[in-house]
């Protein structure tokens, strides 16, 4: 049972991992940042149950907070969780919960998995929009031409490369004894 939890842990950990890796591909196009993490994310809820989704995410989550340089950019600090984007980072616990849900619950995995991570993309991008918001006392239609609109299709490039490599990944971890 230990073992199991520790194996776990040392995935989550790894996962947190890779998100701090991909926030760091990015093409800087304004406040908001394009950047790979979103793929972590649908990874992570691809392979845990719902539990250790939300672990694994509260750890990139929590130590980016602690100031540990890990989000897009090399930043990091409670500042940047309340600043522009952390409404954004937010969700990609919603993303992981989602589609680690999906998983759970269906054998018909891939196609309740594209719903789950649809879903949780649109309450990633309503999150992260209305913290926008709030944060620059702006307006829907100004929030959302800077904040949804040059993201929709590399995000939903993001979602279909993540279906494509979370199968195996998934497979691969549970052979393994490690999730």
Not at 28 to 41: D, Q, R, T, V, Y
């Amino acid at each position: 049972m230990k073992s199991k939890s520790v194996r776990r842990l040392v995935v989550a950990f790894a996962m947190a991992f890779l998100t701090t890796v991909l926030a760091q591909v990015q093409i800087e196009i304004g406040p908001i940042p394009i950047n790979l993490a979103l793929i972590s994310a649908y990874l992570t809820g691809m392979v845990f149950t719902p539990l250790w989704a939300l672990i694994s995410m509260g750890i990139y989550l929590g130590l980016g907070a602690l100031g540990l340089p890990i989000f897009s950019g090399f930043t990091g600090g409670l500042d940047i969780l309340l600043g522009e984007s952390g409404g954004y980072l937010l969700g990609y616990l919603v993303i992981a919960l989602l589609i680690s849900f999906a998983q759970k619950i269906s054998e018909e995995k891939l196609r309740y998995t594209l719903i789950a991570a649809a879903l949780g993309l649109l309450a990633c991008y309503a999150m992260g929009t209305a913290w926008f918001m709030f944060v620059n006392h702006a307006t829907f239609e100004q929030s959302a031409i800077i904040c949804i609109t040059p993201f929709v299709l590399p995000d939903l490039g993001k979602l279909l490369l993540s279906l494509i490599l979370g199968q195996g990944l998934r497979d691969k971890l549970y052979l393994e004894g490690m999730v």
